[in-house]
């Protein structure tokens, strides 16, 4: 018998496609740097993320001279896509190729496209940061197990909307940071933050430091941490007593490895209701940094159905 936990919410070990996820990483990389290269800072590194796509990740709309192009990874069609707003359209099967290739080969169509691409040539947040002309370690593309993946983010990217509407205060979209491969959403207290101490492997320190300049309370989904990847939630900077408050659902804890709280990928997947499950973490995680923080929560949260009764009055004609 199948239910919602074994179809919508695919099960995917990552010893099953590490070969893969590693060499996607590399390639998300490669395009995410590009959106960078071509778009301003915005508060916290916004501006460089990729965002869940109804086929897989996408750069949308990055903007070039006065028109724009965007750059889709395709995990239905296995293609990478690229295309121009003054109609040019370039296409890359995705099959096995060294990362290499990979780079060669988009240099290549966005060169056919006048599009140029002044990228750092090597990844971050990895160790070792093999340049992407030279890596031919990663080179492995299991189409399925992509495609689950990316089923997996569609599933997280809409329990993690529904979680950010709840929220009126800043907060940032769920969006694909492709430096550590995963999908996030970070809600921000309002408050400065204390200088972030660095620490990523090839990775600046300033970059952390823009990246956690404010108080704030961050979820996601990543594909690591457990045997079928793990939803977290941390607090920075975290007040005093978080790792050791209360969360749900049953099978959440604090990792002191990870400094943060992890719920399974495997343990949302088999629960009776994952969508319910999933916002129980969000929700007690945040809480627990929103409370110990002293957030001002009756300023910063509201009711995202808060005008559903005017609009049936409007259209009932009672308004």
């Known amino acids: 018998m199948t239910g919602p936990s074994t179809t919508n919410w695919p099960g995917l070990r990552v010893s099953d496609w590490t070969p893969t996820r590693d060499t996607l990483h590399m390639w998300t990389q490669i395009v995410g740097k590009i959106r960078m290269a071509h778009t301003p800072l915005v508060n916290h590194w916004w501006q460089v993320t990729l965002y869940v796509s109804p086929r897989g990740l996408t750069t949308s709309a990055v903007p070039h001279r006065s028109g724009a192009f965007e750059i889709e ?29 990979f780079y060669a080969r988009v240099l290549d169509m966005l060169d056919r496209l006048g ?8 990844p971050n947040e990895v160790d070792p940061a093999i340049p992407f002309a030279e890596d031919h370690e990663h ?22 909307g529904e979680f950010r509407s709840h929220f009126v205060g800043k907060v940032s979209p769920v969006h694909f940071f492709w430096g550590a491969m995963d999908l996030a959403c970070t809600r921000f207290s309002g408050r400065s933050a204390p200088p972030h101490p660095g620490g990523a492997p090839n990775c600046g320190d300033w970059v952390m430091v823009e990246g956690y300049s404010r108080e704030l309370s961050s979820c996601g ?39 943060q709280f992890l719920f399974p990928y495997e343990a949302a997947r088999s629960a009776p209701d994952p969508d319910r499950a999933v916002a129980e973490f969000l929700r007690t995680t945040y809480e627990a940094a929103a409370d110990l923080g002293r957030w001002d929560r009756t300023a910063l949260e509201d009711d995202p159905l808060r005008w559903r009764e005017e609009a049936a009055s409007r259209v009932n004609g009672e308004g």
């Open 73 to 101: 990874f395709d995990f239905i069609g296995h293609r990478l896509e690229v295309r121009s707003s003054d109609g040019g359209a370039q296409s890359l099967p995705l099959r096995p190729m060294a990362v290499a290739e």
């Open 139 to 160: 080179a492995s593309y299991d189409g399925e197990a992509a495609a689950l993946f990316w089923r997996q983010l569609l599933q997280a990217n809409r329990v993690m």
């Open 221 to 259: 989904f990543w594909p690591g941490g457990g045997e079928g990847g793990a939803f977290y939630s941390y607090a920075y900077p975290a007040p005093e007593g978080f790792a050791d408050h209360p969360v749900g659902p049953e099978g959440a804890y604090y990792s002191t490895e990870y400094q």
């Open 115 to 122: 599009i140029e691409a002044p990228i750092r040539p090597r």
